[in-house]
């Protein structure tokens, strides 16, 4: 492995870096189920902080559906639970239901709606109610609705709207909405992934600006001087009340600071309530919500911390992130910032692969992704400020990937370069040490030559084997073939009056030519010591070759008198070719075999000279061999 990439592996990483930066700065459809993702990360990994001791749930439960009846009830014993609740301190009681038809009890004695509308004229309630967005406005019954007056400040030259624009309403009856003189509207649509993040706290509806019903429970209990709405960009606006400032979307949406999983707000039971089992201080000063848990009744809606979480405890959460003014906000320059620390990271890929290569680039370059998603955490939990880290996250990985894919195509192609020129080099030692051989005997390196050839025939049909097909491997064959020739390299090293003898050989001169197998190896083991190398699998055959092509399978051969499988493979394929071509050759003292003769020669040697195994395979490949010496011979 290279320690410091090509310049190309380097560059490489900018260019998925900048597509990256392009897609964080427009932010595509496409990738906003990874962004709701990552935000829902973010929520978990945050620090929850517990919730404002200024809200509390009324819960319309099982045990008081058992206690009182079946839901809705009588609008006077409605009217007896908000009236008790003012009794005992409640600062505000918020209605999360919504009371759109006649009491059904209406004619039977003194009328329930009449009862619960003198309950709501006391003060200190506000009513719930639906905005609709159908695309056709349907006709609507008669609304009380409680608008807010608001200024908007714009900062720039978009006119767009602010708001999400309602085509009608459901509101519960105009008498109760008169007489209770406030009113919010309760819609919470879930982002397209179906988990709510987000209210919106405005609402447009006939050209006037309506309150969501924690907000208007919160305006109801601390009270609102001027407001203003100041809109900072499409994305960006700040709802402004007395010294509050409350950060929204480009819709007026309040991304939700959840406090926990359901049930995290104090829930007490309704029935308790009407019975007066309930603490004196429990609802001093407080902001109560009503809402419906039991069965058939409730709302729930899946948020990043649950997946049911009752409606009334997300008009509660609203209301405490109002009241601790601790927000989490999206910041104007969000994208910008996001763009930035995309091409930081991989600007700063590149210089530390380039530094410390690819491998512990990668590393520290990981390190530095790990610290941007604990700085976005931290961000969020400490200062509620949400930047996100998806963008970063997406240009890190695809800069790496594409750093490393062209890193490992460079790499392939320098090793097959270096292959190739291992090859080549291979050859031109071969031919150069063959010349060496035919400087001294043009018949030895005549002989060298056709043996190369013949190897690869018998090796490739040998290879068929099992035995020997993990040896004979394509590049093994090619290997052996190629080192054939160096077979008798040794040669060098016989004085020429027993090299060029023309007739046959003393007992003295015979060992002298016998000789040659050690001067072959020593001639390589000289070179590998002068060299450096070891362990090198191209010597190691050659060694192979040079050292034990005289062998012989009953171990009658030389220099080492091996037996049976000691014998290397490449030395027994070498052994068979090396006799073959010598009989098939005319020498100054005798003629050559025909090819049935020097065939009939090396099978009556099966088991003693050859490997039965070679024979077996020379005899398959008889044809091959004879067009290949016929060749040689013309």
């Known amino acids: ?71 809705p009830w009588r609008r006077d014993t409605v009217g007896n639970l908000i009236a008790r609740l003012r009794d005992l301190g409640a600062a505000t009681v918020a209605l999360d239901v919504m009371l759109t038809e006649s009491d059904r009890f209406e004619g039977s004695g003194a009328s329930p709606d009449a009862v619960l509308a003198n309950t709501l004229k006391a003060g200190r309630v506000v009513l719930g109610y639906a905005m609709t967005f159908d695309p056709v406005s349907s006709e609507s019954k008669p609304c009380v609705q409680h608008p807010l007056n608001l200024a908007i400040v714009r900062r720039g030259d978009d006119q767009s709207s602010p708001f999400f624009r309602a085509t009608g309403s459901i509101c519960s009856l105009p008498a109760l909405s008169q007489a209770a003189g406030a009113s919010g509207f309760l819609n919470a649509a879930p982002d397209p992934d179906g988990i709510l993040r987000r209210v919106p706290l405005l609402v447009e509806y006939e050209g006037r600006v309506y309150p969501s019903l924690a907000l208007a429970a919160v305006f109801k209990t601390i009270g609102t001087g001027d407001m203003a709405l100041r809109v900072n960009n499409v994305n960006s606006a700040s709802l402004l009340t007395g010294t509050v400032s409350v950060p929204v979307d480009g819709k007026s949406n309040l991304l939700i600071r959840y406090r926990g999983r359901k049930r995290t707000f104090p829930y007490v039971s309704a029935a308790d309530i009407l019975s007066g089992r309930t603490a004196g201080d429990l609802f001093k000063d407080k902001i109560v919500f009503i809402g419906t848990t039991a069965l058939g ?272 493979i490449a030395g027994r394929v070498m052994a068979l070719v090396d006799v073959y071509d010598a009989i098939r050759t005319r020498r100054l003292y005798r003629k050559p075999m025909t090819q049935e003769e020097a065939v009939a020669f090396i099978v009556n040697r099966r088991g003693t000279h050859f490997d039965p195994d070679v024979i077996d395979a020379f005899v398959n490949v008889t044809a091959k061999l004879a067009r290949l010496s016929m060749d040689s011979e013309s």
């Open 297 to 568: 009744t409730r709302e729930v809606v899946a948020t990043p911390l649950d997946t049911l979480f009752a409606g009334v405890e997300v008009q509660a959460t609203v209301a405490d992130n109002l009241l601790q003014q601790d927000f989490i906000r999206r910041p104007e320059p969000g994208v910008t910032l996001e763009t930035q620390v995309v091409l930081a990271l991989g600007i700063t890929a590149v210089l530390l692969i380039g530094r410390f290569g690819i491998v512990w680039g990668s590393v520290a370059t990981a390190m530095c992704l790990g610290l941007a998603w604990a700085g976005a955490i931290m961000l969020m939990s400490g200062r509620g400020i949400f930047l996100s880290p998806l963008y970063p996250t997406l240009g890190l990985s695809f800069s790496l990937a594409v750093i490393a894919v062209t890193w490992f195509a460079l790499e392939h192609r320098r090793a097959d370069r270096a292959v190739v020129d291992r090859t080549k080099s291979q050859k031109l030692m071969v031919q150069s040490l063959l010349s060496l051989t035919t400087v001294r005997d043009a018949e030895t390196g005549k002989h060298s030559r056709r043996t190369q050839r013949y190897t690869r025939i018998l090796a490739e049909e040998l290879a068929t084997h099992p035995k020997f097909a993990q040896f004979l491997t394509p590049q093994n064959i090619e290997l052996l073939s190629s080192l054939a020739p160096l077979h008798d390299i040794g040669k060098v090293g016989v004085p020429d009056q027993v090299l060029n003898k023309p007739g046959e050989l003393t007992a003295e001169e015979l060992v002298e030519m016998r000789k040659h197998p050690a001067h072959g190896r020593d001639v390589i083991e000289n070179a590998e010591r002068d060299v450096g190398v070891r362990d090198d699998v191209i010597l190691a055959m050659a060694k192979d070759i040079v050292y034990t092509h005289h062998e012989k399978w009953d171990g009658t051969g030389y220099p080492q008198g091996l037996r049976g499988t000691e014998i290397p």
């Open 1 to 71: 492995m290279i320690a410091r990439p090509h310049l190309l592996v380097r560059l490489s990483g900018l260019v998925p870096t900048l597509i990256v930066a392009l897609l964080s700065l427009y932010r595509p459809p496409f990738l906003a189920n990874l962004e709701y993702s990552v935000y829902d990360v973010l929520v978990n990994a945050s620090h929850l902080r517990p919730p404002d001791n200024r809200v509390v749930i009324v819960d319309v439960d099982e045990r008081s559906l058992t206690a009182i009846g079946q839901w």
